[in-house]
Each structure stands twice: as C-alpha cells, then as structure tokens.
C-alpha cells in the first residue's frame, strides 16, 4: 500500500507484535545479500532519481504490493529512458496485507541463502510508511546476512512538512484516520492531551474524506482554540491542490467550495502555541511529580519521567521532588 493509499486494514493483525531481534543488527557494504527499501514517485515520474531508476532495473527480485502498478511503473521508465529499452524486468513477487509473517519469514531465509538482492516498493511513496513493508523491515534485523539499505525519495509525509508551515521541528505521522468520527475525535484529543508536539500529519482516502471533515469540524467546535489545517489532494499529480485555513471559519469555507473529493489527501492539524505553554505550566509537572512520589517512584526516576513530558529544568525537577518527599515523609512520621 502506498504512503497515500488506505490502510487500515492492511497490516497483518501481528505486525505490531513483531519484536527486534535482540542480538546486534549490523549493515556494512560487503554484503552480498541485500534488500533495498526503494522509494517511488506518488504521482510524478520527474521525482524518479538516477539512483531508484538504476536499483529497480537492478534487484534481482522486486516485492511490490500490486505486481500490475509496479509493472506499469517500470514500463512508463522506460519509455522515459530511451537508452534502458534493451533492459531485462525484474521479477516482481507480491508482498501485500495478506502475506503473512511466516511467508515474509521464508522469503527472507531464501535471500540469506542466495544472496539475492532483493527491492522492496510500495504502490507509491516510501515503503514503510503506513504499508506492509514495515514488517519486512523488522524482520530482517533477524537476519545478518541480509544488508537493510534505504533508497530514498518521494513521500507524502515529507511532501506535506514542506508545505504545512510548521514553526517547530517535531510532528506526529498517525497514518489514516481512524474509521468512526467518535474514535477520530479520541485521537485528536488523546493527541492534543499528550503535548509532545502541536503538529500532527494523517492520511486519507477519497472515499472518507467527508466524513473525516465533518469529524474534524465536530472535534474543532468542541475545543477553546483554533487549530489551523493543511488539506493537500494529489500531491506532486496534474490535479494537485492545497487548502489552509483556521477554526470552524475554514469548514465552513470549505463546505462552501464543490469539492472534488477524488485523489489522495494527506491532513495537518496544527494547534497554537498558547495553547500548548498553557497545558505546559508549572503546576501541572509539580501535581505530576507528586503523583509520581505518591505512588512510591523515587525522586530520580520521576524527575526523568516529568523532564521527558514537560519543558522544566532536570535540576528545578529534582529540587521540587525532594522536598515533597520530605514533606510525604514528614506528614507519615506525623501520622
């Protein structure tokens, strides 16, 4: 599945349940099995590097989620690269939400023992990113002989930070949206709770973007604040097109336009910066480190918990959390 394309129910049910081997993984370039995670356009054929044109004629084996896109793709190069029309296909092996990890697993094995090299590709995008390639990558830390290399290029998500007007570094990519409104509007608010960043990056498909649209109206009518949000459809395509705007006002915009729902959209919502220093104040990483303490977590092992969580000083933290452990202990000798 592509880095815009729908996958909620993609992933295999035990992808997330996958551990990382735990014994060392290490690349080096000598390797001779190999398996590349190689990026492909997600509309443009002109954002095709050298680079990916010369390792997707190369690979001893491609694994694309539809044979038939991936098909299409390396025939459309080579009517863009005159000079390759002698070249040899590769061999293209499905690799979609219905291979499982015992599958991926055997294919694996077979790699280490051929020492194949072996290109990994997503129906458009970064392999990786909200596909089942995910999952090969790792598991292929189970497997030493096998080199793990990135062959980078378009992605959606990388597309959309350059346009989102982000103020900050940090963002959280959640993938698709969830199916019902009332679980849309948990994660919004899960996420707005959490205050790691104000910048979220989601997914969605042509057939839910309405009622993703009509959930995040209802979640933004409930909040005291204005988000801003970056819808973006077909990114890099012929049809590609942009809408910004903030607040309640921007639906309502919005659902004045006849909108074209066709097409991939990917979604930023981007909370103010007051809001963010409000949730952060001082009190709250003070009433968290007595909780911390309450529940008997050493003064050190909860400063590091609340320094994580909230924009305070480590030295201030450790100050404030012995003296309320020595005003819980002088309360207990009182008792």
Known sequence: ??????????????????????????????????????????????????????????????????????LALLQAILKEHPERANAELPKLKRLDQ?????????????????????????????????DPGGLVTALVTHYPLIRLEPVPGPSAVSAMTSIAGFEE???????????????TIELLNALKDAGITRNWIFFESPNRIQDTIKALRKWSESQEFDADFVFAKELTKLHESIWRGRGRKFFDLLNSKDLDTRGEWVVAVILPKSYVRTEKSESSWELALECLIQAEISPKAATTIVVQRFSVAKNLAYKVALEIQKKMQFKDSKA
């Open 98 to 130: 219905h291979t499982t990890e015992k599958e991926i697993r055997k294919m694996l094995e077979q790699v280490a023992v051929t020492g194949q090299w072996i290109g990994v590709v997503t129906d458009a995008g970064t392999p990786g990113v909200s």
């Open 169 to 183: 570094n940090s963002f959280v990519f959640r993938g698709f949206f969830p199916r019902s409104e009332s679980e």
């Open 1 to 70: 599945m592509s880095d815009q394309s729908d996958n909620r129910q993609n992933l295999p049910s035990h992808a997330g349940q996958t551990s990382i081997a735990a014994t060392l993984y290490h690349t080096y370039p000598a390797q001779r099995a190999k398996v590349s995670m190689i990026a492909t356009p997600i509309g443009n054929l002109g954002d095709l590097s050298e680079r990916v044109v010369d390792a997707l004629f190369a690979v001893d084996e491609l694994w694309c989620e539809d044979t038939r896109r991936t």
